[in-house]
């Protein structure tokens, strides 16, 4: 029983880590779902919101202002990929990734070329810390990480119903009609990707604040947990949320439940060596799942004399 | 409707067996993590749990690690159980590893490499902590005018080697040298610090330095290359990325026929003539002793000085071969 006691007593912290991804998750979800585009600046993102977080803090700026600093950093590297994609006629993928690389220098840069700047909880005012995650205190980092995901929800749902918002959602939908409709598609991918680099960055900037550094790794794989907290929250959640906002919403539990499961791999005792190839087992078991759900309700169509019926009710 | 019965039945049958994993196939003495708080109430606590988080696999952390197992079960026989987790690279995996460690209650956490001591430090302030494979503490957890004592919960063992002892080792062997080049890896935190403390004192005696900083292994060889066409000598500092690299880098140097003086064992035996060397086995060693005594209650790890192992000097002797190098006086070769 050790062990689910342990497990009770690490849900906290794995909870408070997914609902900061689950931000960064909700920024992949608009360049993955709503425009149809696969960026991959995202781990170079997150790790500039991260650091321009971190050193704005031990300069002495307020941390609201240093996370919003760290959005706008965000917004800028969107804006570059955008720029590629659009202005250089470089497909998106590659734009990330050229993006990806530069950030890193740019990381570096930022954190005045040192890999690794802390920034402890005793020395500055941070707005959250994995210090305070068990306590039962205005510090615990939950409700703050509850309030500003339910926030950028609420902003988001409002974004998207506004013109601008549709005419984004147009743009992934169908490029083609959205062009013959006067959409300048172009335009709206680059604000799509700005709108989610900024959300990735925000994200790094709280994770930076949580884990009490910023490193210029932090971001490396960085777009598996994305993709992987927005495909587990569409195959658990797809059929009973329909609303926009609750898929968002579903997208963040996503992400909250690939760390819970990434904490019990931990507590399970498993040689740790082993943790990237478990995790990538996890990811596949979630995709595979509703492509054979699909199959296993493909196969009731068949004709009576194929099969002799089927297994399923 | 039958679908979903079963799978809900099948999904409640799988957390039912994750109940049946009470057992962790590392715990000697079987009583797991719950023996902290059941043994509180004696007074006399003779079991313990430590944490290891390591940050990546890397051959010098592996060393240090076993040398902290060696050490600690050689001083508490039986009495510890330990949990050695690797974070794979990746920093975000050390907070979720503490995190881990932190709600397990256990009696030590153990971390190896910065990344791993920066995410101790942000998850408890109560747990002790003792850092090992750090280069400067006082950089790793930004704590102004260090004095050499961290205090509050943490301490640990430092891999730094005289610096100054280093750059006089540049001159000892190549008192000709002019130009020198800084050889390391921008994305480890303790390179950079060694580098421009080596700069300094190279300065100071009137040599000209310059930094190469790649990146990861892509693209060692081609900053090596800048290195040595700029530099008469290239000093390495303890680069985890470089000691991982260390043939590519001699493919690089030796061709060019230039000389490397190196911050550690491993990288020179790789690819350098002379280093000041520490082994990171005994630092290992040199933690897991901390460790007994902080667990035992023999020492207070808030007034615990960050401790160092002795250096000593060490030559490549095949190297020096290559490079038509006479070795200087009073400097062992490097064994194997």
Same mark, same amino acid.
């Given at each position: 029983? +050790?062990?689910?006691?342990?497990?009770?007593?690490?849900?906290?912290?794995?909870?408070?880590?997914?609902?900061?991804?689950?931000? =960064?998750?909700?920024?992949?979800y608009i360049t993955y779902r709503i425009l149809d585009v696969?960026?991959?600046?995202?781990?170079?993102?997150?790790?500039?919101?991260?650091?321009? *977080?971190?050193?704005?803090?031990?300069?002495?700026?307020?941390?609201?202002?240093?996370?919003?600093?760290? =959005?706008?950093?965000?917004?800028?590297?969107?804006?570059?990929?955008?720029?590629?994609?659009?202005? *250089?006629?470089?497909?998106?993928?590659?734009?990330?990734?050229?993006?990806?690389?530069?950030?890193?220098?740019? !990381?570096?840069?930022?954190?005045?070329?040192?890999?690794?700047?802390?920034?402890?909880?005793?020395?500055?005012?941070?707005?959250?810390?994995?210090?305070?995650?068990?306590?039962?205190?205005?510090? !615990?980092?939950?409700?703050?990480?509850?309030?500003?995901?339910?926030?950028?929800?609420?902003?988001l749902y409002w974004f998207f119903g506004t013109e601008k918002g549709s005419s984004i959602r147009a743009t992934g939908a169908n490029p083609?009609m959205a062009?013959?409709q006067?959409i300048d598609t172009?335009?709206n991918i680059?604000l799509g990707?700005?709108l989610s680099?900024?959300?990735?960055?925000? +994200?790094?900037?709280?994770? +930076?604040?949580?884990?009490? +550094?910023?490193?210029?790794?932090?971001?490396?794989?960085?777009?598996?947990?994305?993709?992987?907290?927005?495909?587990?929250?569409?195959?658990?959640?797809?059929?009973?949320?329909?609303?926009f906002a609750?898929t968002l919403?579903?997208?963040?539990?996503?992400?909250?439940?690939?760390?819970?499961?990434?904490?019990?791999?931990?507590?399970?005792?498993? !040689?740790?060596?082993?943790?990237?190839?478990?995790?990538?087992?996890?990811?596949?078991?979630?995709?595979?799942?509703?492509?054979?759900?699909?199959?296993?309700?493909?196969?009731?169509?068949?004709?009576?004399?194929?099969?002799?019926? !089927?297994?399923?009710? | 409707?039958?679908?979903?019965?079963?799978?809900?039945?099948?999904?409640?049958?799988?957390?039912?067996?994750?109940?049946?994993?009470?057992?962790? $196939?590392?715990?000697?003495?079987?009583?797991?993590?719950?023996?902290?708080?059941?043994?509180?109430?004696?007074?006399?606590?003779?079991?313990?749990?430590?944490?290891?988080?390591?940050?990546?696999?890397?051959?010098?952390?592996?060393?240090?690690?076993?040398?902290?197992?060696?050490?600690?079960?050689?001083?508490?026989?039986?009495?510890?159980?330990?949990?050695?987790?690797?974070?794979?690279?990746?920093?975000?995996?050390?907070?979720?590893?503490?995190?881990?460690?932190?709600?397990?209650?256990?009696?030590?956490?153990?971390?190896?490499?910065?990344?791993?001591?920066?995410?101790?430090?942000?998850?408890?302030?109560?747990?002790?902590?003792?850092?090992?494979?750090?280069?400067?503490?006082?950089?790793?957890?930004?704590?102004?005018?260090?004095?050499?004592?961290?205090?509050?919960?943490?301490?640990?063992?430092?891999?730094?080697?005289?610096?100054?002892?280093?750059?006089?080792?540049?001159?000892?062997?190549?008192?000709?040298?002019?130009?020198?080049?800084?050889?390391?890896?921008?994305?480890?935190?303790?390179?950079?610090?060694?580098?421009?403390?080596?700069?300094?004192?190279?300065?100071?005696?009137?040599?000209?330095?310059?930094?190469?900083?790649?990146?990861?292994?892509?693209?060692?060889?081609?900053? $090596?290359?800048?290195?040595?066409?700029?530099?008469?000598?290239?000093?390495?500092?303890?680069?985890?990325?470089?000691?991982?690299? $260390?043939?590519?880098?001699?493919?690089?140097?030796?061709?060019?026929?230039?000389?490397?003086?190196?911050?550690?064992?491993?990288?020179?035996?790789?690819?350098?003539?002379?280093?000041?060397?520490?082994?990171?086995?005994?630092?290992?060693?040199?933690?897991?002793?901390?460790?007994?005594?902080?667990?035992?209650?023999?020492?207070?790890?808030?007034?615990?000085?960050?401790?160092?192992?002795?250096? $000593?000097?060490?030559?490549?002797?095949?190297?020096?071969?290559?490079?038509?190098?006479?070795?200087?006086?009073?400097?062992?070769?490097?064994?194997?």
């Open positions: 029983m +050790s062990f689910l006691t342990s497990l009770m007593n690490a849900l906290p912290g794995a909870v408070a880590q997914g609902l900061v991804w689950g931000i =960064m998750a909700i920024g992949v696969a960026d991959l600046t995202v781990d170079g993102s997150l790790a500039t919101g991260g650091a321009a *977080c971190v050193m704005l803090i031990r300069a002495g700026v307020n941390p609201w202002l240093a996370v919003l600093a760290a =959005m706008a950093a965000g917004m800028l590297a969107g804006l570059v990929t955008g720029l590629f994609h659009t202005r *250089c006629g470089i497909p998106a993928i590659l734009a990330g990734i050229l993006t990806q690389l530069s950030l890193y220098s740019i !990381n570096l840069r930022i954190m005045d070329s040192k890999a690794n700047q802390a920034v402890s909880v005793d020395k500055y005012d941070l707005l959250l810390s994995q210090r305070y995650v068990r306590t039962m205190s205005l510090d !615990n980092p939950l409700p703050l990480l509850l309030v500003v995901t339910v926030v950028v929800i609420g902003i083609h062009r013959a006067g172009n335009a680059v990707l700005m680099n900024g959300l990735v960055a925000l +994200s790094g900037a709280l994770l +930076s604040q949580y884990q009490g +550094s910023s490193d210029i790794n932090m971001g490396r794989g960085a777009i598996v947990i994305g993709l992987a907290a927005v495909i587990i929250g569409e195959v658990i959640f797809g059929k009973i949320f329909r609303n609750l919403l579903a997208v963040a539990i996503g992400a909250v439940i690939y760390y819970i499961v990434l904490q019990i791999v931990l507590q399970l005792g498993l !040689n740790t060596n082993d943790l990237k190839l478990v995790t990538a087992l996890i990811v596949a078991v979630f995709l595979a799942i509703p492509y054979w759900k699909g199959k296993m309700f493909r196969q009731k169509i068949q004709p009576q004399s194929a099969k002799g019926g !089927n297994g399923n009710a | 409707m039958k679908k979903k019965l079963i799978a809900t039945l099948l999904s409640a049958a799988m957390c039912l067996s994750l109940a049946a994993c009470g057992q962790k $196939t590392d715990a000697p003495a079987g009583s797991g993590s719950g023996s902290g708080a059941v043994s509180a109430s004696n007074g006399e606590k003779t079991q313990y749990t430590v944490g290891i988080c390591q940050l990546v696999q890397h051959v010098a952390l592996d060393a240090a690690t076993q040398g902290f197992i060696d050490a600690l079960n050689e001083a508490l026989p039986g009495q510890v159980t330990i949990e050695n987790k690797n974070a794979s690279g990746e920093p975000n995996n050390c907070a979720t590893i503490v995190n881990g460690f932190v709600s397990e209650g256990v009696d030590l956490i153990m971390a190896n490499a910065t990344g791993a001591l920066t995410a101790a430090a942000s998850a408890t302030a109560d747990i002790p902590i003792l850092g090992t494979s750090i280069t400067a503490y006082g950089v790793a957890l930004d704590i102004d005018n260090f004095s050499g004592t961290v205090g509050g919960n943490i301490s640990g063992t430092s891999d730094l080697a005289d610096l100054s002892k280093q750059a006089d080792m540049i001159l000892e062997w190549f008192p000709e040298t002019q130009k020198v080049g800084l050889l390391f890896c921008s994305a480890e935190p303790n390179s950079k610090y060694q580098i421009d403390e080596v700069a300094k004192h190279l300065a100071d005696k009137g040599i000209e330095t310059k930094e190469f900083a790649f990146t990861d292994t892509n693209d060692v060889a081609s900053v $090596t290359q800048a290195a040595a066409d700029y530099s008469d000598v290239v000093y390495i500092p303890t680069d985890n990325i470089a000691a991982s690299n $260390t043939e590519a880098i001699a493919n690089v140097l030796v061709p060019a026929g230039v000389p490397a003086i190196c911050g550690e064992e491993g990288i020179c035996s790789g690819c350098g003539v002379a280093t000041l060397s520490i082994s990171y086995y005994d630092l290992g060693v040199t933690t897991g002793k901390m460790a007994a005594k902080i667990l035992t209650g023999e020492a207070d790890i808030s007034t615990m000085p960050i401790e160092y192992t002795d250096a $000593t000097p060490k030559y490549n002797a095949a190297m020096c071969e290559q490079l038509d190098i006479t070795p200087v006086e009073g400097y062992t070769a490097i064994e194997g």
